[in-house]
């Protein structure tokens, strides 16, 4: 599965941005998607993650009230919605899929793959 963000940009504290991830590929089996983001001189880490039919979601109590995960089988999409930004989720943001073992995982070692990344930058 080949994965690809788009959304990123500038923008200032506590306006909103949407990060979008498309997969392409071996897209057919279930997988479950999650964003996970990493800042200069920090650890990757874990944001978001939904399961392959969307039951399942979990986001980072760091982001909870403020972030919503959500996918469209459809089109191959997952996106990140983010509001109320603050100046500490300046980060890369990065989508990563993994097959759908019926748990979600925060791990970033437990996801195969990985797009490039998009960079958000909040100001204060």
């Known amino acids: 599965v080949q994965l690809v963000e788009s959304g990123g940009g500038l923008v200032q504290a506590g306006g909103s941005l949407r990060l979008s991830c498309a997969a392409s590929?071996?897209?057919?089996?279930?997988?479950?998607m999650g964003w996970f983001r990493q800042a200069p001189g920090k650890e990757r880490e874990f944001v978001a993650a939904?399961?392959?039919?969307?039951?399942?979601?979990y986001i980072a109590d760091s982001v909870k009230g403020r972030f919503t995960i959500s996918r469209d089988n459809a089109k191959n999409t997952v996106s990140l919605q983010m509001n109320s930004l603050k100046p500490e989720d300046t980060a890369v943001y990065y989508c990563?899929?993994?097959?759908?073992?019926?748990?979600?995982?925060?791990?970033?070692?437990?996801?195969?793959?990985w797009g490039q990344g998009t960079q958000v930058t909040v100001s204060s």
């Open positions: 939904i399961s392959w039919s969307a039951v399942r979601a």
């Open positions: 990563a899929a993994r097959r759908d073992l019926l748990r979600l995982a925060v791990s970033p070692t437990e996801y195969d793959n």
């Open positions: 590929g071996r897209t057919g089996a279930p997988y479950d």
